[in-house]
């Protein structure tokens, strides 16, 4: 069966990463324990139940292909639309396929071809394997900078998923334009990647071990704020963050004083405008967060619980696939017994590691992903 096959887009060529990466993940690496680096580990916190029964479902081969680390994985996916940038051997989307239900659709893009080939073999095993009539799943060739042009449609897609792989790309504004492109009104761009606390040198970004771990393509995280807000995101709501080590003396004195983050966050494309605040009650039906719903390092709903929250989140609950799973007040109503106040948000994902006190594990070489809730190269 054809599960998405398709052409390299024509109007998009490689650059030297591309090529260098393409290698790296097609060729050299066969499998998870062929990784140079202890820096890909498990996640910090526990897997939720549900998704690790989803998991244990997903054929050896392609979780023994899989070079991530950790889980990208948004709430409330049930009959969602949902892209994954850079899905590698597929793991993530054989997992998304059950979450989102046979009414649901996830469609992989990677640009290396033995991972897509792997991916694919495995369609119809686990289409039987998880009970569906006809395959919700499908993988397309393509690079994430040229969505439009692997035949992905714009407003096409409830939520996209980036385990960190927009750092390997060497044109982030270009990788985002294309994910508001494809999003529909109200979707999300729900991703971890690794952030540096100032702009890189030359030096740095042309150094190909530290591209290999994730770092020389990291971006300034304030750089990702005003990217996010250019190409028509609602700003950019940091979810966790932790800190990367490097114990190599050599390419410490290569990176000097630069500090790198592995953070997650969550973008919407919503409507601009509104800023007034208002109440809201979270109504808990959102599987696996049934009593509490963790938004993001800012906010944790709990069920039935009133909370004044800002015009940015308002407007983001308004618009998106959480407006059915929250009871909207305006300011100046009943408060209820158990009101909440706002308080300030972080937008530092350093000043947030610190807070949290999650450290990333040291590696020979430095260090990839490392996150509560997030991943690594893959």
Known sequence: MDHGKSTCPKGFSDSTIHVDVKDYYGKRLKKTSDLKTNACVAPVQPTPDFIRQALKKVHPEITARYYGCGLVVPECLEGCRILDLGSGSGRDCYMLSQLVGEKGHVTGIDMTDGQLELARTYVDHHMKEFGYKKPNINFVQGYIEALTEAGLENDSFDVIISNCVVNLSPDKRLVLTEAYKVLKDGGELYFSDIYSNGRLTEEIKNHKVLWGECLAGALCWKDLLQLAEKVGFSPPRLVTASVITVDNKELQDILGDFKFVSATYRLFKVPKGNTKNCKVIYNGGITGAEDSFQFDCQYTFMANEVVEVDGEVANILTHSRFAEDFTFQPLGGPTG??????????????????????????????????TQS?????
């Open 337 to 370: 017994p158990c009101g909440v106040k706002p308080k300030a948000g972080i937008e530092d994902p350093f000043e947030l590691a610190l807070k949290l006190g999650v450290q990333g594990p040291a590696s020979a070489t430095g260090g990839c992903c490392s």
């Open 374 to 378: 997030a991943g690594c190269c893959k």
